[in-house]
């Protein structure tokens, strides 16, 4: 059972925008996001890693700037912010 991540993310998603000329970041990245959403579907760092053809330090580095940016170190409360955004179910 395979489930297709998506490449981009949606236009509309609220957590993912930049901010006027500048760039200056205000979101997620659409890489970040998709690590989110396989967070929030339990797969592991090692798993996330190989379906998105990274290192396994690149996936870290990706969870860790995820949870900076949420201001979490917990991977409940960013299943949490995934499902509430509609990223993702339980």
């Known amino acids: 059972m395979s489930k297709d991540y998506p ?3 949606l ?4 957590i993912y925008r930049w901010r006027g000329g500048n ?3 205000t979101g997620l990245t659409p890489r970040e996001l998709q690590i989110l959403i396989m967070i929030a579907d339990g797969l ?3 798993e996330i890693a190989y ?22 170190r917990c991977v409940a409360t960013l299943t949490k912010i995934a ?3 509609g ?3 339980l």
């Open 83 to 85: 499902v509430g955004f």
């Open 51 to 72: 379906k998105l053809q990274i290192s396994e330090k690149c996936q870290d580095y990706h969870r860790s700037t995820l949870c900076d940016i949420l201001n979490t």
């Open 87 to 89: 990223l993702s179910k």
């Open 11 to 14: 236009g509309g998603n609220p």
């Open 7 to 9: 490449k981009q993310p």
């Open 44 to 46: 592991t760092g090692k």
């Open 23 to 25: 760039r200056k970041r």
